[in-house]
């Protein structure tokens, strides 16, 4: 389901009357040409079924369930803690042994898994999603039983071993942008947004005069797939992607590994090489040393 906001009654009705929305949620009466389902739903007339199963579904205490909820929309129930827990010793959380011996099986820099572990949970092993993803790394419940995860998914080595099994298949499917550091971007997109959603953004890339495999080229339109005259372009396939999330996702992620690489040097059991150039103050790194042309 896609949600768009109309600028005014007027516009939304006739949205509405045109086909280019199903369902309005707006808190009036009924007008010409429309049926009103219920309070605050109207459909066209010529959807009689459609109206008749939302008055089947709707119930007015599900209004008051939704007021009561926080505002943010993509909450976690999470206990908060530190995104560094040690910076002189350069340990980054309790879990970094896991994240090092899973990393490393992907060829990745495992405080770069550690930006990504507190990007998802916070390092919170019992952190729940607003739509059931659980655990450290966030993992649906769906994506658990197509990985034939066996155990506990909030259990740490569980759900990282799952994460990264997980990562392992998005490496493999942009295995078409042939250098590993490039390829990062798109798997961390593809993790929080769908792989659909990035091959999207990277036909749009490339029917616009970009290079489809290089990062700052796409990103772009990851975000352009939250307007209409991009998403419904007949190269997208999956449709509307909320892009700022993804987009910060990945931008979030970057920055983080790049402050993580700035004080987990000495820790590090990594396995991307370390940067040929000299490091940076802490206050000016932004992303990794790393190109992602």
């Avoid at 572990?117 to 769906?142: H, K, T």
């Avoid at 250098?179 to 990035?198: E, K, M, T």
């Avoid at 509307?240 to 987990?264: F, K, M, N, P």
């Amino acid at each position: 389901m896609r949600m768009e906001v109309a600028h005014d009654t007027l516009e939304a009705l006739r949205r509405l009357m045109d086909g280019e929305v199903d369902i309005l949620t707006l808190d009036m009466p009924p007008s010409e040409g429309t049926l009103r389902c219920t309070n605050h739903w109207l459909v066209a007339a010529s959807q009689a079924d459609l109206s008749q199963s939302i008055d089947t579904w709707y119930r007015p205490e599900i209004l008051e369930q939704i007021k009561r909820r926080p505002a943010a929309r993509h909450e976690v129930r999470r206990k908060a803690r530190p995104m560094m827990l040690n910076a002189n010793t350069g340990q980054i959380c309790q879990y970094d042994g896991l994240l090092q011996q899973h990393a490393s099986t992907i060829g990745w820099d495992w405080r770069l898994l550690a930006a990504q572990c507190y990007q998802e949970s916070a390092f919170d092993p019992q952190a729940v999603s607003w739509a059931g993803a659980q655990g450290l790394m966030q993992i649906m419940p769906a994506t658990a039983a197509h990985l034939g995860v066996n155990g506990d998914i909030f259990d740490p080595a569980t759900n990282i071993e799952a994460s990264v099994r997980y990562l392992r298949q998005l490496n493999q499917t942009f295995s078409d942008i042939p250098d590993q550091s490039s390829r990062i971007p798109f798997i961390l997109a593809a993790y929080n947004g769908g792989a659909n959603h990035v091959r999207d953004a990277m036909a749009l890339t490339q029917k616009n005069g970009g290079n489809e495999r290089i990062w700052r080229d796409v990103a772009p339109y990851i975000l352009k797939l939250a307007q209409p005259q991009y998403y419904r372009d007949p190269v997208v396939k999956s449709g509307y992607l909320r892009g700022t999330e993804t987009h910060g996702y990945v931008e979030d992620i970057l920055a983080r590994w790049a402050d993580y690489r700035g004080q987990a040097r000495n820790f590090s059991k990594a396995s991307t090489p370390a940067p040929a150039k000299h490091q940076r103050e802490r206050t000016e790194i932004r992303r990794p040393d790393i190109s992602y042309d």
